[in-house]
């Protein structure tokens, strides 16, 4: 059983960086690809990015392209989503995914002035 737990959220103000963290325990992080997801109040669950299994590959949602990078240290079993020039729009819990199966708890970011 994969268990992940998500950090590194806050308050920040627009034009601010974060880097939230996935902590991943229970199976080896090799046999999964990864997601970041969020959830902004009366909105429904969007993509933000992903990653392949060696890292070699990712994707971004259009809307943090060029502002969010997701990266994954295998080693030390945790995905990184490295957020710059935060929006007021970005604001919402962020959720860190495993092979579209497993959830973590989630973490709020705040983006506000």
């Known amino acids: 059983q994969l268990q992940l737990v998500e950090s590194g959220g806050g308050l920040v103000q627009p034009g601010g960086s974060l880097r939230l963290s996935c902590a991943a325990s229970g199976l080896p992080l090799d046999y999964y690809a990864f997601g970041w997801f969020r959830q902004a109040p009366g909105k429904e669950r969007e993509g933000v990015s992903c990653?392949?299994?060696?890292?070699?590959?990712?994707n971004y949602a259009d809307s943090v392209k060029g502002r969010f990078t997701i990266s994954r240290d295998n080693a030390k079993s945790t995905v990184f989503l490295q957020m710059n020039s935060l929006k007021p729009e970005d604001t919402a819990v962020y959720y860190c995914n495993a092979n579209s199966a497993y959830w973590g708890q989630g973490t709020q970011v705040t983006v506000s002035s």
């Open positions: 990653i392949s299994r060696s890292g070699s590959s990712t």
